[in-house]
C-alpha cells in the first residue's frame, strides 16, 4: 500500500505495527480492514513467540484474511469484483495417506537436520589458507 499509495515508509519504526498505524492515520484504512490487520498481527505474533495454536482462532483468522483480501482487491485491483462467499477449507485429518505424509515430512526434516549439521561440521573441520 505504501508504494501503491506512493507514501514513504518510515526509515526508522518500519514494523507492522507502525506501518498499520501510519496508514490509519493517512485514511488509507477503514476501521473494519485495520482491526483486521491487528487481529492478523496480533494473533500471528502469539503463534511465532509463544505457541499459541487454536483451530477456532484459526478458523476466524481466515474468515479475517478473506474479507481482508475482498478489501485489497477491491481497493488496489478491481472495484466490480465480487467475491465468492468464504468457505473453510476442508479438513484433510481424516484423510487416507495424510499421516503418512505427516510422518514422511518429518523423517525428511530429521534428515535435512542432520546433513546441514554434517555439513557444516565440514566447513568448520576445513583449514582456510590464506594466502597475500
Not at 514494523?15 to 477503514?30: D, H, S, V, Y
Not at 482491526?35 to 511465532?48: F, G, P, Q
Not at 478489501?71 to 462467499?85: L, S
Not at 557444516?120 to 597475500?132: A, H, Y
Amino acid at each position: 500500500m505504501f508504494e501503491l499509495d506512493e507514501i514513504t515508509p518510515p526509515e526508522n519504526d518500519n514494523t507492522p505495527a507502525n506501518r498499520i498505524r501510519i496508514l490509519k492515520n493517512e485514511g488509507m484504512l477503514p476501521r473494519d480492514i485495520g482491526d483486521i490487520l491487528y487481529a492478523l498481527r496480533t494473533k500471528r505474533n502469539l503463534a511465532v513467540h509463544e505457541g499459541h495454536d487454536s483451530l477456532e482462532d484459526c478458523k476466524t483468522l481466515l474468515h479475517l484474511a478473506h474479507t481482508l483480501c475482498v478489501w485489497f482487491m477491491q481497493t488496489y485491483g478491481d472495484y466490480t469484483y465480487e467475491p465468492a462467499g468464504f468457505k473453510l477449507p476442508e479438513d484433510f485429518r481424516n484423510q487416507s495417506g495424510y499421516h503418512k505424509l505427516i510422518e514422511d515430512n518429518e523423517k525428511l526434516l530429521k534428515e535435512l537436520e542432520k546433513v546441514k549439521a554434517e555439513a557444516l561440521s565440514n566447513v568448520n573441520e576445513t583449514p582456510v589458507q590464506i594466502t597475500e
